[in-house]
């Protein structure tokens, strides 16, 4: 009892002195946490902080910061500090090192030593940065983990060989090809992304063969083969393909946004510019197997320079032998399948602006932009001997493009000069005859600038369009034995690009976003502009792989209204309209290079005559059909209409009655019915009149 | 065919209407002044003046005595159709978006905006009464419930009232107690026109979709859809042949970036029953707003946001034309 009384006074005091606190200051006092004096703490750390004891150092990380080196110079004594000053220099690079040991015998380093990094990461760099060093001619570093020993020391004595995956079968990749008509196939996007939809092309019109929603995130492409359509995804890149349209292959890549088909069709590069969670480092690129679907190599990207923001930042070879990359002072090569560097080092060369392979050899041309009194100079490579094919020097340039012929056979390059005034660009071509011997040069002057150049796709012609707008002309030249031949300048020409038919011979002079958006096309066998057309604003052309239609397209992404596809023929007549909300994209479906012999192509086309017979009677057919088809779809729908109309009217006979009563008995049923009753009215029109003396002025 | 260039408005033409006869035609815009036009040579026969803000709509009664207008300044008013003098004026709440005369020509119906408050209304007037007499009908149209109405039309013999409405609706509804009786949503977007056939029979609504499309009257059964690629402000059935026209353009604000070679504001013309689009007419600068087929459907009329009417007279080879079935 006296205790409790005590506590209610130590209560009533502690009110009070709250009280006061809280009259002083406004705050309350704090609550006492400490423990009682006999609390017994029975909660593990474990339990209590695991966070922090994860952290708690281990013994093996010191193990993982070893490295081990081997082919290490072996010296003696006197020569010893001057080695280890050597090595320290390349292994400091990588991180702080925390101690290092030369293990001797007989007075003599031994040929490996242990370096201890402070960190794991300087270990782990050395591995990846130090391996395979050339210290001098006999001796070539090699690097390892010094954890890495224990695993190579327990692999196991017997290899099991990996397990056989079973056979996916895919079905045909190309069986599109075996459509009867030769109809081609397209992809299109559009409800701004929201559908995604494969195409076939017949001369009836488009007709679906596939349709998605929410196909692809961003865009879509095909295989240079068409194998595979490619859509882009959050996580990565899908393949599909064969006749359904199945799920072919999927390469994980977080936000990929660019791809690249090797020609072949065996790898695909991939770029993001995301790094992938859970690991540091970035994987910018990662090149990936096709038809297996592993990583083959990852590379990074240097989005700092020019060099990387190119895309393709690798360019295959016409085989997908090889593919190249460019970065400061070094182009690298790198061989197929190992994805290893080209014998092991890069090409070096300073200066190197731009570097495009022959579509037919393995052969790249590049150059070299002008600077400190060396002329700018264009070279082309044989790889893999590296050899100089040719190299030849220009001066006083501005820029320069280069551009192979589609066979490999020239090289033009297009030189940008500053005229005199030191104001606009003029242009002149240089074209390399790479299959002569020494390869000559030729020069065509134009003392204008070029906005658009294009070599025709089969044969040895092509056109620029040149000039300054609104005054751009557009010039033909055909190489013919060994010759540069100008064969037609035809002037005041509304284009700003060139796209020549696939198969050669035809060719499209389009402005494209532009006010005029006119399509001009044009036959260079006799040089003739077959039609003109127009498409506003129009965004894009494409023509089919065989070159028989091409397609005009206002896209979603570049204008927001009116978008739609319209299909034309080569010679340039308007074949169908197709309005196609939000659309976005179309990509005709690429056809693999033709397996016939040029002797059998030369055959094909002598007896053209008699195939063009059976084909025009095809088409006449057809036509026939569809006329016959669409009459009679009309005459059904004629006749439901007019059942529709008989009964409207019996309806209507019905109510006359109703209708006289609610108009005071007149009938109104036609427009003149009760013509008896109108008034007639005479209007009377004055037209101008005018007074022209006529004299002679003597 | 030369069309008759009708040059009487200051603003935008908002709806054109001719007499039952075809020998007159109305003109409203957004200028305040109606005009009536000779069809025989497009010579102006006068003008109604009075109103003081844009005239949404027009209507005439079936012996061309009245002339009904509704618009933007609160008023609907009845005019002396000969004289142009002001019978009755309807003052309401909001502005009026529709006015027509029911088939007798004895009453005539109204629509007002959802404006300042006020939910659209529909109402229905005996001209016989006085002007401030109560109105035969009036009733609110609840936009908790369904979008405002945009357009309306009285159906056969005065039975139903049809309204086209702003998100695609059309409705019925029973004249005597205002109760809605049925609604179809076909179009997507709001509806800025409908016409009925001659017989009554059939309906035709004109959509900012992008399409109109024909219906049968009496059951807003879906029977056609006329596809274009812009809003359709305005369509309009031929009362001699299986065609119907429809006129219209993008918005008036997208107009600027539009130039007139592109054939967006031309009149089209579609084969009633086949859907297809065999001929197109071309002239007005700026989407046209309103179209009217003369009654004995040998001449049409087109009434454009740049201002002007042109009544069109077809060409033989248009009454001669047959399509293929």
């Known amino acids: 009892m006296v205790a409790n009384m005590d506590d209610e006074e130590q209560w009533e005091d502690v009110k009070s002195r709250k009280k006061r606190v809280e009259i002083t200051n406004g705050f309350e006092e704090e609550p006492d946490f400490s423990d009682p004096d006999d609390y017994v703490d029975d909660i593990s750390d474990s339990e209590l902080l695991p966070d922090l004891l994860e952290k708690r150092p281990k013994e093996a990380d010191g193990i993982d910061a070893v ?7 072996m010296v003696g004594a006197d020569r010893l500090p001057k080695l280890k000053t050597v090595i320290s220099k390349i292994f400091s690079k990588f991180g702080p090192i925390h101690s290092d040991y030369y293990p001797e015998k007989d007075g003599k380093t031994v040929g490996y030593i242990f370096i201890e990094y402070e960190m794991f990461q300087g270990a782990r760099d050395a591995v990846k940065g130090a391996d395979l060093y050339k210290l001098d001619r006999s001796h070539t570093l090699r690097v390892n983990l010094f954890s890495d020993f224990d695993k190579y020391k327990n692999v196991k004595e017997e290899w099991t060989p990996p397990e056989r995956q079973p056979f996916k079968d ?41 349709e998605r929603p929410r196909w692809t995130e961003t865009y879509t492409r095909w295989s240079p083969k068409g194998s595979y359509l490619a859509t882009f995804h959050g996580k990565g890149i899908a393949l599909w393909g064969g006749e359904k349209f199945k799920q072919i292959q999927r390469f994980a890549h977080p936000g990929v946004q660019l791809i690249d088909f090797s020609p072949c069709e065996r790898y695909l590069v991939t770029f993001s510019p995301m790094p992938e969670p859970g690991n540091d480092e970035m994987q910018a690129v990662i090149i990936w197997e096709i038809f297996t679907g592993p990583k083959k190599r990852t590379f990074q990207a240097d989005m700092s320079g020019d060099d990387d923001r ?39 060369i300073d200066g190197i602006s731009e570097f495009f392979w022959s579509p037919a050899d393995n052969m ?86 070029v906005n658009a150049f294009a070599w025709e796709p089969t044969g040895n012609k092509f056109c620029c369009l040149h000039g300054e707008s609104p005054r751009i002309s557009a010039t033909f030249y055909e190489i013919k034995g060994g010759k540069v ?20 011979q035809f060719v499209l002079l389009a402005g494209l976003n532009s006010a005029t958006s006119q399509l001009e096309f044009i036959d260079t066998s006799d040089m003739s502009v077959m039609n003109t057309g127009e ?146 009215v005479t209007v009377e029109i004055l037209l101008e009149e005018e007074d022209i003396v006529l004299s002679d002025k003597e | 065919m030369k069309p008759l260039m009708l040059q009487g408005h200051e603003r935008s033409i908002t709806q054109i209407k001719y007499n039952r006869e075809g020998d007159l035609l109305f003109s409203v815009a957004k200028d305040s002044t109606p005009n009536v036009w000779y069809t025989i040579n497009g010579e102006r026969l006068g003008t109604y003046d009075g109103h003081r803000g844009t005239v949404w709509s027009v209507d005439v009664n079936w012996d061309s005595t009245k002339l009904l207008t509704g618009a933007a300044d609160l008023s609907s008013r009845l ?46 007037f005996d001209i016989r009464e006085p002007a401030d007499a109560e109105p035969a009908l009036s009733f609110v149209v609840d936009t908790k419930e369904m979008s405002k109405p945009m357009c309306s039309l009285w ?64 059951t807003l059964e879906h029977l056609k859809t006329y596809k274009t690629d812009r809003p359709v402000n305005s369509a309009a059935i031929s009362p001699i042949r299986d065609h119907v026209v429809l006129g219209g353009g993008q918005e008036a604000m997208e107009v600027t970036t539009t130039s007139t070679k592109v054939g967006k504001f031309d009149a089209k013309f579609f084969h009633l029953v086949f859907e297809e689009e065999f001929g197109r007419v071309k002239g007005h600068f700026g989407p046209i707003n309103s179209l009217a087929f003369h009654p004995n459907g040998k001449s049409y009329s087109s009434g454009g946001e740049d201002g002007f009417v042109r009544m069109h007279e077809f060409d033989q080879s248009y009454l001669d034309f047959e399509f293929e079935c």
């Open chain 1, 67 to 73: 490295i081990v080196v081997d082919n290490v110079p």
């Open chain 1, 170 to 210: 895919v079905g045909n990749l190309h069986y599109y090809l075996e459509e009867e008509d030769c109809s081609d196939q397209f992809s299109i996007i559009y409800e701004g992304g929201q559908k995604t939809a494969i195409l076939l092309n017949s001369t009836s019109g488009p007709s679906v063969v596939e």
């Open chain 1, 310 to 348: 190119q895309w393709p930042i690798f360019k295959w070879s016409h085989d997908g032998k090889y593919l190249a990359r460019k970065a400061k002072g070094v182009l690298s090569v790198y061989e197929t399948p190992s994805m290893g560097l080209l014998d092991k080092k890069s090409i070096s």
């Open chain 1, 364 to 449: 790249l041309a590049f150059w070299i932009a002008e600077r400190n009194e060396i002329p700018a100079r264009v070279i082309i490579l044989s790889i893999p001997s590296r050899k100089e094919v040719r190299v030849k020097n220009l001066f006083n340039v501005a820029d320069i493009r280069l551009n192979w012929h589609k066979q490999g056979k020239f090289l033009c390059v297009k030189v940008d000069r500053y005229n005199k005034a030191k104001k606009a660009n003029i242009s002149n071509f240089e074209i390399f005859h790479i299959q002569e011997k020494q390869v000559p040069v030729d020069i065509v002057e134009l003392k204008e600038q």
């Open chain 1, 485 to 504: 031949e100008c064969l037609e300048t035809m002037e005041r020409k509304q284009a700003s690009h060139i796209f020549w038919s696939p198969a050669g």
């Open chain 1, 535 to 680: 498409h506003l604003m129009v965004s894009d052309i494409e023509w089919d792989p065989t070159g028989r239609y091409l397609v005009s397209i206002v896209s979603w992404w570049a204008h927001k209204i009116d978008n739609a596809y319209w299909v034309w023929s080569f010679q340039g007549r308007l074949l169908r309209k197709h309005p196609t909300e939000q659309l976005c994209q179309l990509l005709w479906r690429p056809r693999p290079p033709t397996l016939l012999s040029h002797s059998q192509i030369k055959k094909i086309r002598k007896e053209h005559k008699s195939y063009s017979k059976i084909f025009e009677a095809k088409d006449r057919q057809l036509q026939n059909r569809a006329s016959k088809e669409i009459i009679e779809k009309r005459r059904q729908l004629m006749e439901r209409y007019l059942s529709y109309r008989r009964q409207c009217r019996e309806v209507y006979l019905e109510t006359t009655p109703y209708r006289r009563e609610l108009r005071n008995g007149v009938n109104t049923d036609e427009v003149d019915s009760h013509a008896e009753d109108w008034d007639e």
């Open chain 2, 79 to 124: 005019w002396d159709c000969e004289t142009g003098a002001v019978i009755n004026v309807y003052e309401t709440k909001s502005s009026v978006r529709s006015c027509n005369f029911s088939f007798c020509g004895n009453l005539f119906n109204y629509t007002t905006d959802r404006q300042m408050k006020h939910e659209p209304r529909i109402c229905v």
């Open chain 2, 155 to 218: 159906g056969a013999l005065n039975e139903y009232l049809i309204t086209g409405h702003d998100d695609g609706t059309i409705s019925h509804w029973d004249l005597k107690t205002g109760q809605l009786l049925h609604s179809v949503k076909e179009h997507t977007m709001l509806i800025k026109d409908m016409q009925l056939s001659s017989d009554q029979m059939m309906l035709v609504t004109a959509s900012k979709d992008k399409t109109a499309k024909l219906y049968d009257a009496p």
